[in-house]
């Protein structure tokens, strides 16, 4: 089976990847690529908190906004997922409204620039960047619009996109996670139907095989979880929210754990102690080993995408409080519990750098002719959105 | 583990000649008792977890010189469970440390200094989920033997380990309390 699908992902990517270039000139309106991102330099990661392992670093210090960081071109009318590579000490985020994933420096918190050529806000089939991360090698994975995935090569000045593979659905490829044991690429076709995640060599860029969720209602973060050796999904479904776990050498679903009856799953992050952060309507605080639930935090609803920051020891989640306003919530990752609300209106989607606990969020720009109220405007940038920066007191 | 040693105190008394001195005064002398550790590490970077490990343990065996030197070999462990809500992660830290020990016998005491080597092995588990990490250690320390009743003694001892781990020093101070037999 396997075997199979090698064969035939081999000759589709070759394909795609000879009608890509002309595509992505096409596709890129702002020529932004020509902007030079220097390789971010190899910085020793920040050494683990203790000799026992798995004791997290806790700041309980309140969460306050310090930051904004414009980012030129069109406004960010339409973005996604956004994360920061704890090694390059960078923040990447999904910017539709570009066709572009956008670079920040995440330690000085300034624009660097962007790799342009991805599908944009609507692609005949669905639109993107959606999903981004960075593995080891310094390759950017990014889920885009036409079922494509894309993989930027970040060690190329300026950073391009090197393959394209085509996950042979028939709407876009979204959320995206890392297994650095097998070195398998994760991604989900969340619109297609019945949807299903792709498997995908990081070494070959063969599409290694799929997995069906037939009574999945999307798709959405899937997560790697190192002890268990397992990707984790977290899968909307007609019943409520559930997690599956991939086990990518198989590639099948070995357990599925339900998380709330009438919610839809979202976000997923993986704390301390094997405590998950299952987005579902609200935060649920879940065991990883076993699936029973410690905690729903009811005050801030669980958003799109939520982090875990090993430098802090908190989770995030981008939602709205009781009110109605947009925050960014503050959940202790080894007790669950709720701390703080931090008013981000506007912000959608969250990462942050655990060597600083810099926290970023991007902060969409207000409709057109509408008052700019969001967290930007707090810093003099108006009408086009931004990427906020929240740190601890 | 408290049973280990109670048949090695046994069997060591029943091979021991009669001529055999006091605990503080003997040439060689094992000893196990309790141990109570603190994990500097957490102490300083997570302050909603105790950092103290209430339970724990330590067996030595050693031998000294005329000269009041000599060596020890050691191997103890230490545990807590961390209170934290839902499946409560336990902690266990091993060490097997040996090296050189300076004894001196006085009147019906025996302080000693000495400095241990060797590897701290640390696993953090949920449910059946763990994780373990081993690093180089050293273990400064000293004590007391106090003889209570012919070749039985009390031991009381304070150390600091350290574990080289990526780099960086984690402090680990110990307190022990053992009961130790000469021979």
Redesign the interface.
Known sequence: MRGRLVIASTVTAGLVFGGHQARVRSAAPIADQSIAVPPAAPIRPPRPESFIPGIPTVVSTPVVLRKAIAIPGAPLASTDLVWVDEAGKRMYFADRSNFAVDIIDAENDAYLGRVTGFVGPTGTRGGGPNGVAVTPDNKLWVGDGNSLVQVVDLNLNPPQIIRSIDTRGTNRADELAYDPTDRIIIIGNDRESPPYVTLISADSYAILGTVLFPEGTGLEQPIWNPRLQVFMVNVPTARGGEVALVDPKTMKVTSTYPVGSACGGTGLALGPFQRLLVACGTPFIVNAANGAIINNVTQVGSGDEVWYNSGDGQFYVTSADSTGATVLGVIDGQTGAWRQNVPAPGARNVAALAANNHIFTVVRAPAAGAADTTACAQFGIRGTGCVAVFGHQ | MRCGFLVLVALAMSVVPASAQSASSSQYDVAGGYAFMR?Q??AN?????SANFPAGWMAAVGGTLSSGFGAVGEVSGSYKT?S????Q?K?R?YTFLAGPRFRKSLSRIAPFGQVLFGV?R???S????????S?FAYQPGGGVDLDISGRLGLRIEGDYRI?R????N?K?PRFIVAAVFGF
Request: glycine share 6%; hydrophobic share 40%; net charge negative.
């Open positions: 994990d590490d957490i970077n997570n302050p909603d977890i961390v934290i809500p839902g499946d992660p902690l830290v701290a640390a696993t953090t949920v449910l059946t989920v763990s994780e373990t990490a690093d574990v781990s990526d780099g960086a984690s680990e």
